[in-house]
């Protein structure tokens, strides 16, 4: 569904957008915001994506996951 992260980077806390379908392991490139490559520049600061699922689930959540089920997602 997307969601916004706030992390702490080399100028301070960044709030990054992440986008709905990103996947496990895809890496999102934040533009300027990376090591100082000489010269007033700095790189990209590159975010590679990990996912954690649940271990345990409440019964009602395990309901919901069913309801998508049946709707194909």
Known sequence: LGSEKTI???????GVKIPAGITHGEVLRVRGKGVPEGRGKRGDL?????IVMPNKLSKKAKEL???????GI
């Open 65 to 71: 996951i069913d309801k998508l089920k049946e709707e």
């Open 46 to 50: 590159l975010i590679r994506v990990g």
């Open 8 to 14: 702490n980077t080399l100028e301070g806390p960044l």
